[in-house]
């Protein structure tokens, strides 16, 4: 018995809002760091990414760009492709191989942010609030690892 995701146009749908949660989750204010009760910071990952650039920060900029902002729009575009079905049989085992070797470094952005609230949180000094982009963002992510696993399975089904 096949579920419901299965079916390649459901597939395509929970890619879409997958993908709109991802951009919503990115520039969405994830995180506001208080420090002595007078200054407050609201960050994105797209206002953080501009603050790293802003300070000089090169390496992690492109570090965090990449991994949080880069990989997983490429991971999507191949989502795109592999269910349009516009690449032979041969090509979507290596797109799939691909992915599968991408899905090592899927969670590095949930680290820096996991780093980033401990960091925060040791401080005696800061607090920090968390807010709807991290849901939202998180939110994406997981739709995205479903829709993932069923795109897998479907293009695995219909290679042989």
């Known amino acids: 018995m096949s579920s419901l995701l299965d079916r390649p146009i459901i597939l395509w749908w929970a890619l879409t809002l997958g993908t709109l949660l991802f951009i919503l989750g990115i520039s969405l204010p994830m995180l506001t760091i208080s420090k002595l009760i007078i200054f407050r910071d609201s960050f994105s990952i797209l206002t953080g990414l501009l603050d790293l650039l802003k300070g000089g920060q090169i390496i992690i900029f492109l570090l965090v760009a990449g991994f949080s902002v880069v990989l997983p729009l490429l991971k999507i575009s191949t ?15 290596k797109i799939l191989h691909t992915m599968h070797e ?59």
Do not use: C, E
Request: glycine share 10%; hydrophobic share 50%.
């Open 79 to 93: 989502l795109y492709l592999l269910l349009s079905k516009k690449t032979n049989s041969n090509r979507h085992k």
């Open 102 to 160: 991408y899905g090592r470094w899927a969670m590095l952005d949930v680290m820096i942010v996991a780093l980033l609230v401990v960091t925060v949180k040791l401080g005696a000094i800061a607090s920090i609030q968390v807010h709807s982009g991290l849901y939202i963002f998180g939110l994406g992510a997981i739709l995205l690892m479903v829709v993932t696993g069923k795109v897998s399975k479907l293009v695995q089904q219909s290679t042989g």
